[in-house]
């Protein structure tokens, strides 16, 4: 049972079903979500691409049978067939000495491995297309989008209240909130599913590590960057989000995934510089309880992500601490 076509057909199957006991709404079934991508992730990283490939199709052929035609067809698109891809990326390798290999932080030996920060780039870029691709299913133009979305609200959350709306408040007051939800629902979508995949990715590389089946040595993730036109696309879904009918809805799913990979880069630049500090675990979990509690502090971690290239804090940093901390006795 060692066979990557074999591996990948076994998590296929277990990867739709977690998929489709999503379908149930119940509260173990939100957690099976954020642990549908692991499987494929498990396969790819520790037994190829083909494996990968293999998980994608049956996973995808299950969910088919187990839902509906269409859910099959959604699972390949948004789950199977971006894992596919993500695992090729991190399997790629060259010999070191080739030309044009920048910022290659694996402890590959004489082998050069695909950048991990350019995977997470490839992944922001996906998380916007697939949020992108769900645009559609609630309506073509403006006015039916909203028009679905907002009677989906009112039966999943509005009309499932307790004791119904707040005193004084009715459906037509609730009117801003409402549109408020609607036009964040793409990045919100983009987001959940880049943090779903990255995270899932990053697991199932330790646990290939720790079992002995990685095909990639670990790489040094404490030096990502990004290249140079994920910054550019950035600007560009930001001002994309201005844009009148259904462009800027899908221009918010962009914008929310690359955000959301720039705070990732901010975070890792701070674990960087405090990686010295007697302090450290006090101000890094004074900073990650700032990012629960007040959401602008993540904004300001995604701007020192963004000028990282340009002030580059992580290597004064580790210039900084090429001395030994001090001893704290």
């Known amino acids: 049972m060692n066979s990557p076509l074999l591996i990948g057909i076994g998590a296929g199957l277990v990867s739709a079903v977690l998929f489709a006991s999503t379908m149930t709404g119940s509260v173990l079934a939100v957690a099976l979500f954020y642990i549908t991508a692991l499987p494929g992730f498990l396969a790819g990283l520790g037994w190829g691409t083909t494996a990968a490939l293999a998980c994608a199709v049956s996973g995808g052929a299950l969910a088919a049978i187990l839902l509906a035609p269409l859910a099959g067809l959604g699972y390949f698109l948004t789950l199977g067939l971006p894992i596919v891809i993500l695992c090729h990326l991190a399997l790629l390798a060259r010999p070191a000495g080739e030309a044009g290999g920048d910022d290659a932080h694996g402890a590959g030996g004489a082998m050069q491995w695909y950048p991990p920060g350019r995977i997470i780039a490839w992944s922001a870029l996906m998380a916007g297309g697939v949020a992108a691709l ?195 006795d």
């Open 134 to 328: 769900s645009v559609p299913l609630f309506g073509m133009d403006v006015e039916t989008y909203r028009a679905n979305l907002q009677q989906i609200l009112n039966k999943t959350f509005f009309d499932q209240l307790p004791g119904g709306l707040p005193p004084g408040m009715n459906k037509e007051q609730m009117g801003p909130v409402i549109e408020l939800l609607i036009r964040a629902l793409p990045a919100a979508s983009a987001i959940v599913w880049f943090a779903v995949m990255v995270l899932n990715m990053w697991s199932a590389a330790k646990i290939v590590t720790v079992s002995g089946r990685s095909i990639r040595p670990w790489p040094d993730l404490s030096m990502i960057s990004y290249p140079g036109p994920l910054a550019l696309g950035f600007v560009a879904s930001l001002i994309g989000t201005f844009a009148p009918g259904i462009a800027g809805i899908i221009a918010t799913g962009f914008a929310g995934a690359f955000l959301v990979a720039y705070i990732l880069l901010g975070l890792v630049v701070l674990h960087v510089m405090a990686r010295n500090s007697p302090f450290r675990h006090v101000m890094l979990a004074s900073l990650y309880l700032g990012i629960i509690l007040f959401g602008w502090v993540a904004l300001v971690i995604a701007v020192l992500g963004i000028g990282e290239p340009i002030f580059k804090l992580r290597e004064r940093a580790l210039a900084r601490g090429a001395a030994p901390p001090p001893d704290n």
